[in-house]
């Protein structure tokens, strides 16, 4: 909803009533004490006393002990599981055993010799009994032991640990790291974090000093895990994952493509995660320690119509896989990506509460399948980025990053059990402390990591203190601030109800790997760009059909399908020819939106390419591939050290070009004939399937052979299979770099 003041709120459970308890009369937070239904104690007066809420494990005796009430001589307890006694009884304790999860509100009716009643409840919160310790990394942890935790700062390359004893976050040292640190974790007495863009992995001990271990140039590592003396790095670019000792990379294994988190699963696999999903499932990998045995879990495509509470679509942005300590579940935090919406897919249009809704998925640990029935929805949230359970596993805590928000759910009733709002700019990263008192928030873009105390989770949490990540701000302000306003979705001038942000097709700047059907805009199915390398338009005109020639053309995507209501005035909006794209110049115009070009501008570097040599050189095969491209009059088009001839013929209209790849889906430009595509890059291939403006070509070999079969994409149809893969080597080490 528009407007939402900031708050925290975090809500007793109570409200869920009947139905958010398994067996239960209602659902109140763990340590309520339940509602004494008799009067104040006196002489002769009856007082009802069922106790404290407690915690039992599943298959273990509990007792109920009504022994602190007044002036009883009859006791009778109903256990609140569909059980209890039939009768009073002389005896105020009964032992039960619960042979199921969930929390039960137990009530004692207690009598007098006068024949009296008075009654009382407790609630009784029955886990499973905790067989597992989670291993698994994030963008902060907790060393318990110490009483510290650390959040890495990707843009200023350091990881901060902080004290947190005493409830208050007190500096401990900030460490210069490897460049883009992403996740950090403790192993064997030493903060280990990844960091992506020098292909590392840096060891840290307590008091700073750091070593660090090389891994193979170009694989962009990301998840860590220690498990069984080892420790476990994704490597996203290879789809690989490397195992460390001692300090040293042994060996490398084939995982996942895509592969980013890695936790460690009850029985001593590890499951790692894709990314980004195609477009059946959402998928995962659950590996041994050695890399010998594989096997793909998933998380089935929801078929559901979107609506104004639910949608449907593939999970997509699988970071880390969050196992409870009851070694019985796994919650897997995402995007909900509605691809089957659209006017040409569908009856119905993408609509700003439709298109992607964040979402958390649960699994079995140790079979891999999918609870789709319990799959959680929810409202006005995008992105749901990172997720850790209670203690005890009957709490998830899900960070919401476009809408600033942290959610509570109760896995215990499937219920929704309150909100921190206003947490900060993209929290990306959550840890508890081990007694579950306090809850750490990496607000990443406000460049805080903020401290809660969420211990009584009946009660409304409490802000405990805010602490500073880097030590500088590494970013020049007016892109600091379009990155904010690219990654947020909860400010009502970029969306409505906090659904859709920038980022969350292009999250870190990069594609979502999913084509969207557009139909509805005036355009048809649209594969997403990578933003990276293009500084903004420094490519030429923005979009496959080249209908925006800033990037402050995005004014149009904000106000319609956001939902927002603009960063430019109404006014100055409608002055002139500002309300179409390719009219009079929004530049200059509004601050935010200059600022939001600005930082889209700085995306001026493509990610290496893995398939290259380790020196940086063209393989072999792929120098071969370069003059194959020639041959084949590829440099025709994609010429240039941009490899492409986007741009303008004339002001207002585009150089485009039909290389028979247009269908029926292709749809039109801004609403009238689409007479051909924009010119793309083609630096950055290795990494952008699917392909063409319709994503209708899987693989690069597809391209250049089932959709281009008469030649009109270069002459490609009497290369040979050696040539062919000669070409497609090349085309895979394209990531900027001159050769």
Not at 437 to 452: G, K, N, P, Q
Request: aromatic content about 6%; glycine content about 12%; proline content about 6%.
């Amino acid at each position: 909803m528009r407007g939402a003041a900031p708050l925290i709120l975090l809500a007793a459970l109570a409200c869920d009533g009947p139905a958010a308890v398994d067996g239960g009369v209602d659902a109140a937070a763990p340590e309520d004490g339940g509602v004494d239904a008799g009067e104040d104690a006196g002489p002769g007066e009856l007082v009802a006393e069922a106790g404290d809420g407690f915690y039992a494990i599943v298959g273990e005796a509990a007792r109920l002990d009504g022994s602190m009430s007044v002036g009883a001589t009859s006791y009778r307890w109903d256990f609140g599981d569909g059980r209890g006694w039939d009768a009073p009884r002389p005896e105020a304790v009964a032992d039960v055993v619960y042979d199921r999860e969930g929390r039960f509100r137990a009530f004692l009716t207690v009598s007098d010799a006068t024949g009296r009643t008075r009654t009382d409840s407790v609630l009784v919160n029955v886990t499973y009994p905790v067989v597992h310790v989670p291993r698994a990394a994030g963008t902060v942890a907790t060393w318990p032991a110490r009483e510290e935790v650390a959040v890495v700062s990707p843009d200023s390359d350091e990881l901060a640990v902080f004290s947190h004893a005493g409830d208050a976050l007190t500096l401990v040292r900030r460490v210069a790291t490897g460049a883009d640190p992403r996740t950090v974790t403790v192993f064997e007495d030493r903060w280990v974090v990844v960091c992506s863009d020098d292909d590392e992995v840096d060891l840290i001990d307590a008091d700073g000093a750091l070593a660090r271990v090389a891994l193979p140039p170009a694989s962009r590592p990301h998840g860590v895990v220690g498990e069984g003396g080892a420790l476990f790095v994704t490597l996203s670019a290879t789809g690989r994952v490397a195992r460390i000792e001692g300090g040293v990379v042994v060996s490398t294994f084939d995982a996942i493509e895509d592969a980013r988190g890695i936790a460690a699963l009850p029985d001593g696999r590890l499951l790692v995660t894709r990314w980004r999903s195609p477009d059946a499932e959402a998928q995962m990998v659950a590996l041994s320690p050695d890399g010998v045995t594989s096997e793909v879990w998933t998380l089935g495509y929801d078929p559901q119509a979107g609506s104004d509470t639910e949608s449907g679509g593939v999970p997509s942005y699988l970071e880390q896989v969050a196992v409870s300590p009851t070694g019985r579940l796994a919650a897997v935090p995402s995007t909900q990506a509605a691809i089957g919406e659209g006017l040409f897919r569908s009856p119905r249009p993408l609509t700003f509460q439709t298109t992607v809704r964040a979402a958390v998925s649960y699994l079995d640990p140790i079979g891999g399948v999918e609870d789709f029935a319990r799959r959680k929805l929810f409202d006005d949230r995008g992105l749901a980025s990172a997720a850790t359970f209670s203690s005890r596993g009957d709490f998830l805590y899900v960070a919401m990053r476009g809408s600033r928000s942290v959610e509570r759910l109760d896995v215990l009733s499937g219920a929704q059990a309150g909100s921190i709002l206003e947490v900060g700019y993209a929290p990306q990263g959550l840890a508890l402390s081990a007694d579950d008192r306090l809850l750490f928030v990496d607000a990443y873009l406000s460049r805080e990591l903020v401290i809660y105390d969420v211990g009584r989770t009946g009660a409304i949490p409490t802000e405990l203190g805010r602490a500073t990540i880097p030590s500088a701000e590494p970013l020049a302000e007016d892109i600091l601030r379009g990155k904010i306003l690219f990654n947020d979705s909860a400010d009502e001038r970029l969306a409505f109800d906090s659904y859709i942000a920038c980022a969350h097709c292009h999250l870190e700047g990069r594609s979502d790997h999913r084509t969207w059907d557009f139909t509805d805009r005036g355009e048809g199915l649209r594969n997403t760009i990578d933003l990276l390398g293009r500084a903004g338009v420094g490519d030429g005109p923005l979009h496959w059909s080249a209908n925006f020639d800033e990037v402050q053309d995005f004014e149009h995507d904000i106000r319609g399908p956001f939902g927002g209501t603009g960063l430019m005035s109404d006014a100055d909006f409608h002055t002139g020819s500002r309300d179409t794209t390719l009219g009079d110049p929004k530049a200059g115009v509004s601050a935010d939106l200059d600022a939001l070009a600005a930082y889209v501008t700085s995306l001026d570097r493509h990610l290496p390419s893995p398939f290259r040599a380790d020196d940086g050189s063209l393989p072999v095969e792929a120098a071969r591939g370069r003059a194959v491209f020639a041959a084949a009059g590829c440099p025709t088009c994609h010429l240039g050290e941009e490899l492409t001839d986007s741009g303008f013929e004339s002001p207002g209209v585009p150089r485009l070009h039909d290389v028979g790849t247009l269908g029926p889906g292709s749809g039109q430009r801004l609403g009238g004939p689409l007479p051909g595509i924009d010119t793309p890059t083609l630096h950055g291939l290795w990494q952008s399937a699917p392909y063409l403006h319709d994503g209708s070509a899987a693989t690069l070999h597809d391209v250049l052979t089932v959709r281009n079969p008469a030649d009109r994409h270069g002459t490609t149809s009497g290369l040979s299979a050696s040539e062919l893969d000669d070409l497609e080597a090349y085309l895979r080490c394209l990531d900027g770099r001159a050769d």
